[in-house]
């Protein structure tokens, strides 16, 4: 009996043991294809790059289609789908001609008459792209290879806003798609980048699909940033949504992704210790976080009242409620992103004061009675919900009646366009954030626009001296001159204007399995250059 | 019979107009604006108003609702505002995973619960029947994403066993299948397994006093007849009931699982949807549903009829 027993549980041990193997639940075998798994930041919903400025489908733009130009990670200006490229000497005609090799996805060649088109279409759009149309008297296609771009004037941003790295960026696309209405979406994705889109096997929400363009033709110098060669080394990249924090972090270390773009930053202690991961910042302009008055309705309309925000915002202080490790960020008070040629000094000692006192005397001295501020939380983004918090006692600290409306992004987004008095519906500061990458220089960062009701972004600053510097920056070509001007235009925001006050500089790291090489340094994610180590 | 199925299928059309014409008005008075999600952060108001102009956002309300109505009579559900895709097409896009979860979890639990329930019942008051229900406690009480995490940590990570996340449909072979669905079909199980097995236990104990089952004792009835053919067959009416009441709730269940899990079914089409008022999606999917819903209501009540020749309608 016992040595019944003793057969029969030996034998169900070791059937059970071989259970996942029979069941298949074991490591497959290897494909043949190779294929790079990435968790990307948020889900694809829509396809067209100048119809939206979501991020996600800017990064799905560099996916699919190429640009004339393109910043490395220096944030230099090089040609991508440019050949050679000339400005004659009175500084007014640019001529363009594309390099050999170029073809769209559907096989036609890509030619000079296709890139007007997507200029004007961009043109229409992006905010860098309607300044340059401002100044651009034509735009024609010369031959084949050949375009010309004639300005009005001298204006010193023709190539940064034609290689601008982020949304809207300036893509390509075939005549036929360039004409599209810019507010409606472009009816297929035909591009002539390094990848081809596989729209039967895209699933919002879930999974898109991608297969290397063995067309392409990728530039022989290295990659840089968006510049450089765009060469491919998987047949697929299959960028898989994974939206719970926990889930995306097990599947990395699962090996079932590869790549994490976004890792929750709760989440990095637990990566950093898991010996087949790696973690790495790629992007160093980071992000930098905007507190937003409202420039329409007391207090925030007095000045005064807006530099009493910048002495009673401590940056530590929401730095560490949104990110926590001092790794991850970086107290820097510049309004064109530390670490940048624009990059100033001018004007910060306000915000890097930290003081309550100098805050409620300047707060009476712009005539604050204890008037209800309005302070919109958006509830379902973790960043900015705390930033709220903080700034809640932050106000609360210096003497403000404050009323926190909690809500989610979508509603905030909506609510924030009502110009009416807080009373009637309307708002006095809402938070937000900008990728470096959009805020580094006066014309890209829309926060600093001082355009009024009719230019400006929400919460509408209006300062025609700060509009007199933007202009002068756009017009001006050297270097040297250009950051005379920043400094002048940093003076006056921290001086007077203060259209935002930015409650710091943080750094998103990137998780990668180990054995994948060549992830590249830079604002936005790119998927060519990288290998992975066999086995 | 015919008739009266007949009756509750015509019934189900007004309950359908009333679900329509709320959800719609629900969703369009609700603040906030795709446009303004689609145009991004850095928009500007003009280019988010041509965007509005575009979709037909500033028509007036019962424009957009006749539209709509007009649309969905002619069998056309419409069509996604972010993505362009057909909304009956991200809706069978997601069918698939969300059936299959909510199938396997009913078997699951109905497989897991029933035999448990009757055990429990049958040894009412020993140590067999306060295991089970100190079982069934726990699996009411601990959320679905705890023991979701619980089981990727031990399954998963540390054994090795099935995947992480995803889903693999039926049509790439059955064992791919159902390696990614196992893990999401107990972790979503369990808490129907506790609230089937708690009633099953409830109606048997009370069945299990009747006069007719000491009858049948007396008879010398061994206890697998006695149990399956007397007690359970009296006591499956309020046992089915609860199950639907399940099938229904696992609606609701599936939207957790399928974070946790990432499988890209129903729930998390819906919840994308909300955050981004991608109103043509919402509201397809809750028409899909409440009819869904109407449909499972029916029949529960007419599998009374097969369990309880008493009841007729």
């Not at chain 1, 030996?10 to 490591?27: C, F, Q, V």
């Not at chain 1, 393109?70 to 005609?93: C, R, W």
């Not at chain 1, 047949?235 to 995306?248: C, G, H, K, L, M």
């Not at chain 1, 919109?376 to 006692?393: K, W």
Request: aromatic fraction near 10%.
């Amino acid at each position: 009996m016992s040595c019944f027993w003793t057969t029969t549980r030996r034998t169900a041990l070791a059937a059970l043991a071989a259970a996942p193997m029979a069941l298949g639940l074991g490591t497959g075998p290897a494909s043949a294809e190779s294929v790079l798994r990435i968790v990307p930041h948020a889900d694809l919903k829509n396809l067209d790059p100048i119809w939206t400025t979501a991020y996600i489908t800017r990064n799905h733009g560099y996916m699919v289609y190429d640009t004339l130009f393109a910043q490395d990670d220096k944030l230099n200006i090089h040609p991508q789908m440019v050949g050679e490229h000339s400005v004659s000497d009175d500084g007014l005609v640019y001529t363009f001609t594309l390099r050999d090799g170029l073809k769209w996805h559907d096989g036609d060649p890509v030619k000079a008459e296709d890139c007007v088109a997507s200029i004007k279409r961009w043109g229409q759009k992006d905010g860098m792209g309607q300044k340059l149309m401002d100044f651009t008297k034509e735009l024609n296609a010369v031959d084949d290879k050949t375009f010309t771009l004639t300005l009005n004037e001298p204006y010193g941003l023709v190539l940064d806003s034609i290689g601008k790295i982020s949304s809207n960026t300036p893509f390509m696309m075939k005549k036929e798609h360039a004409e599209t209405d810019p507010n409606q979406q472009v009816p297929e994705v035909v591009g002539s980048g390094p990848f081809r889109f596989v729209k039967e096997e895209w699933v919002p929400g879930a999974k898109v699909v991608y297969v290397k363009n063995e067309d392409y033709v990728p530039r022989s110098e290295p990659a840089s940033g968006a510049a450089g060669g765009k060469v491919v080394n998987f047949d697929r990249v299959e960028w898989i949504y994974i939206p719970d924090p926990a889930t995306a972090m097990n599947a990395l270390i699962n090996g079932e992704v590869d790549l994490w773009e976004t890792p929750a930053v709760d989440m990095v202690p637990l990566l950093e210790q898991d010996e087949n991961v790696e973690l790495a910042v790629i992007d160093p302009l980071g992000t930098q976080g905007w507190l937003r008055p409202n420039h329409l309705h007391p207090p925030f309309d007095n000045p005064k009242a807006r530099q009493a925000l910048l002495y009673a915002v401590n940056q530590a202080v929401y730095l560490q409620a949104i990110v926590g490790d001092p790794k991850l960020y970086k107290e820097c008070a510049a309004y064109f992103i530390c670490g940048t040629p624009n990059e100033s000094d001018v004007g910060v000692e306000a915000l890097q004061s930290h003081d309550p006192e100098m805050a409620k005397q300047l707060l009476a001295e712009a005539g604050y009675k204890g008037e209800k501020i309005i302070l919109m939380q958006s509830t379902d983004i973790p960043v900015l919900n705390n930033a709220a918090l903080v700034t809640a006692q932050v106000l609360r600290d210096i003497g403000m009646d404050v009323e926190v409306q909690a809500m989610d992004w979508s509603t905030l987004t909506s609510r924030r366009a009502e110009k009416k008095s807080p009373a009637d519906g309307g708002w006095n500061i809402f938070h937000t954030y900008a990728t470096g990458a959009d805020a580094t220089s006066p014309i890209a960062n829309i926060g600093v626009s001082g355009g009024g009701v009719e230019r400006a972004w929400f919460g509408w600053p209006t300062d025609a001296e700060t509009e007199e510097l933007r202009d002068m920056f756009a017009r001006e070509a050297d270097p040297m001159k250009k950051k005379a001007i920043i400094d002048k235009l940093q003076g006056r925001l921290f001086g007077h204007l203060v259209p935002y006050v930015n409650y710091g500089q943080w750094f998103q790291p990137v998780a990668w399995r180990k054995g994948l090489k060549g992830v590249l340094v830079s604002p936005v994610p790119f998927f060519w250059n990288i290998s992975k180590d066999a086995g | 019979m015919y008739a009266y199925i007949a009756r509750r299928l015509l019934a189900t059309l007004p309950v359908m107009a009333v679900v329509g014409i709320a959800v719609f008005l629900l969703l369009h008075l609700t603040p906030g604006d795709p446009a303004v999600v689609i145009a991004g952060d850095y928009a500007r108001p003009e280019d988010i108003e041509k965007i509005r102009e575009n979709l037909g956002l500033n028509e007036p309300l019962h424009i957009q609702f006749f539209s709509w109505v007009g649309a969905l009579l002619s069998g056309d559900l419409g069509t996604s505002i972010f993505s362009n895709l057909p909304v009956a097409k991200l809706i069978g896009q997601r069918l698939e995973p969300t059936l299959a979860l909510a199938i396997a979890t009913i078997i699951f639990a109905i497989l897991v619960a029933v035999p448990m329930g009757v055990i429990a019942a049958w040894r009412a008051g020993t140590m067999t029947d306060r295991v089970i229900m100190v079982f069934a406690v726990l699996g009411f009480s601990v959320p679905v994403f705890v023991i979701g995490y619980a089981m990727m940590w031990l399954f998963s990570i540390t054994l090795g066993w099935f995947p992480v996340q995803g889903y693999k449909p039926i049509g790439e072979g059955f064992w791919p299948f159902l390696r990614s669905i196992t893990l999401p079909t107990v972790a979503l199980g369990i808490i129907y397994v506790a609230l089937i097995a708690r009633i099953t236990r409830a109606s048997m104990l009370e069945v299990l006093t009747e006069d007719y089952m000491r009858t049948a004792r007396a008879k010398g009835l061994d206890n697998n007849a006695l149990l399956i053919r007397h007690a359970l067959r009296n006591a499956s009416v309020p046992i089915v009931t609860i199950i639907g009441i399940g099938i229904a709730l696992l609606i609701g269940g599936v939207v957790v699982t399928e974070s946790v899990f990432n499988i890209p079914g129903l729930g998390r089409l819906t919840i994308d949807a909300v955050l981004r008022r991608d109103y043509p999606i919402i509201q397809g999917v809750i028409l899909i549903f409440s009819g869904a819903y109407v449909i499972v209501n029916l029949i529960i009540d007419l599998s009374y009829t097969i369990l309880d020749p008493r009841i007729r309608y």
